[in-house]
């Protein structure tokens, strides 16, 4: 991203607001605290070793073991997902104007984002580029572009430019991901003074997906999506049934040149929950880190023993779990007033990847009738970027985790869980989760 006289253009993956901000003088201060903290020897964002899924998929292109296939329809799309194992079922779309291929992005030409639990690849109907980003063990958020231009060698380049709104306040202040809900206008612009949310599973329906098209039968429930705003909307008069139960986009949208037809509003639920449980895992990674880092130049400046930590390094740490740990159980997720149904095959596709125990169950079977999930603990402790977690970090997760599932918590924020859950999360768990502490299953 080029910067202007006194002018940054920032622009958000997803559904997000494209914002003007002047004042060179405050952004470069904002920059110059970001890069300060990437740069750090305890984080080594820059000079980290490629870790991530997209980095492995070039290292398997270089030494020949794969290849991208190049379409005259969707260029490299159909050959990324597949290789990265992103299923087509996955697709939302999004229509406000959103990304550095801003300009190709509207109500008639949304941008389709497509995820699994490790990748996330946006793509535009006769964009230049597919954007990627991962969710890195260690780093969070990692950015790349793929060049729409048939070649011999299709390259996965890095583009550390998207950290100028993928390491905000909107992402923890750290690399990370957004899924924004905004009212847009004819053209797809965002109307500033209609506001915007980021959005997990905490919002209410009738604040989500503002900007993007949503397949999929929810009853009474309402929501943003399928409309367009005007700036003389009064958000208290807005009549949401207008794009509410839409199960066919044929009547809203050309969607030739697409791999699927949908953008199916229990993938958009899912993807919602993920962004958000990715940037609180990568928040408590730096946390504990920087954290550490900073505690060892104190214990050597005070000379005090290499192994001590203090209680501020303590609490740091504690303060970051507690908001993983939240999240994690779904605590303050919104509950649901009618069923909700999909019209793809992700809800399908998504719950036949789980690891399920010994009566069938898993953290991945859907409730979707006053829940999102049939059990309250996320799927994402399985992933990388949970196992992946500083040794104390994990430690003192683990050991909230297991106090709240077993009951010993008594914390009024965990009061909403009910025994019956509790002891089914803590039993697949004990079942299906590889390298517990031992006292899980005591």
């Known amino acids: ?19 003007l901000v002047y004042f060179l003088h405050n952004a470069n201060s904002a920059v110059a605290q970001q890069e300060q903290l990437y740069e750090s020897p305890a984080i080594g964002y820059d000079n980290a070793g490629q870790n991530d899924a997209v980095a492995h998929l070039q290292q398997r292109l270089d030494r020949g073991e794969v290849r991208l296939e190049y379409s005259e329809t969707d260029g490299y799309l159909g050959s990324v997902l ?9 697709q939302g779309l999004v229509f406000s104007k959103t990304s550095f291929q801003l300009f190709r992005i509207s109500p008639k030409n949304p941008r389709a984002i497509y995820f699994n639990d490790d990748v996330y690849v946006g793509f535009v109907r006769g964009g230049d580029f597919v954007e990627l980003s991962t969710a890195d063990p260690k780093l969070g958020g990692v950015f790349y572009m793929l060049e729409q231009t048939k070649t011999d060698k299709p390259r996965f380049v890095r583009n550390n430019e998207c950290l100028q709104c993928h390491a905000s306040g909107t992402t923890r202040n750290v690399p990370g991901h957004i899924v924004r809900s905004v009212f847009p206008d004819e053209r797809g612009y965002p109307i500033a003074q209609l506001g915007s949310r980021v959005i997990g599973h905490t ?4 604040e989500r997906w503002g900007g993007w098209f949503v397949t999929g039968t929810h009853g009474k ?23 509410a139960n839409v199960t066919n986009l044929e009547k809203k949208v050309n969607l030739v040149g697409y791999p699927s037809a949908h953008s199916d ?16 895992l990568t928040r408590l990674q730096y946390e504990t880190k920087l954290a550490l880092h900073h505690n060892a130049a104190m214990n050597e400046a005070l000379q005090r023993p290499k192994d001590e930590v203090s209680d501020s390094t303590k609490r740091r740490i504690n303060n970051a779990a507690d908001e993983v740990l939240k999240y994690l159980l779904f605590v303050e997720e919104t509950k649901l007033t009618a069923p909700i149904a999909g019209t793809s095959k992700f809800t399908s596709d998504f719950s036949a990847q789980g690891v399920k125990d010994k009566q069938g169950r898993s953290l991945r079977d859907f409730d979707l009738q006053q829940r999102m999930f049939r059990y309250p603990c996320s799927y ?7 196992d992946a977690l500083p040794p104390l970090a994990l430690e003192v997760l683990y050991r909230k985790l297991w106090l709240v599932l077993t009951g010993q ?15 089914a999360v803590l039993e697949i768990l004990r079942s299906t989760k590889k390298n517990l502490p031992a006292y899980f299953r005591e």
Request: hydrophobic content about 45%; charged content about 20%; some cysteine.
């Open 1 to 19: 991203m080029k910067r202007f006289a006194g002018i940054k253009i920032i622009i958000v993956m997803g559904a997000c607001v494209l914002s």
């Open 265 to 280: 509003i229990v993938a958009l639920m899912v993807l919602e929950h993920q962004t958000q449980m990715h940037n609180l």
């Open 221 to 243: 429930e309402q929501h943003l999506g399928n409309q367009l705003f005007s700036e003389r909307d009064h958000l208290e008069k807005l009549d949401l049934t207008l794009g």
């Open 203 to 206: 919002n209410p329906l009738k």
């Open 380 to 386: 994402l402790i399985y992933s990388e970027a949970f």
């Open 409 to 423: 918590a008594q914390g009024k924020e965990f009061a909403g869980i009910s025994l019956a859950d509790r002891k």
């Open 82 to 90: 597949k290789l990265l194992r992103v299923p087509v079922s996955s």
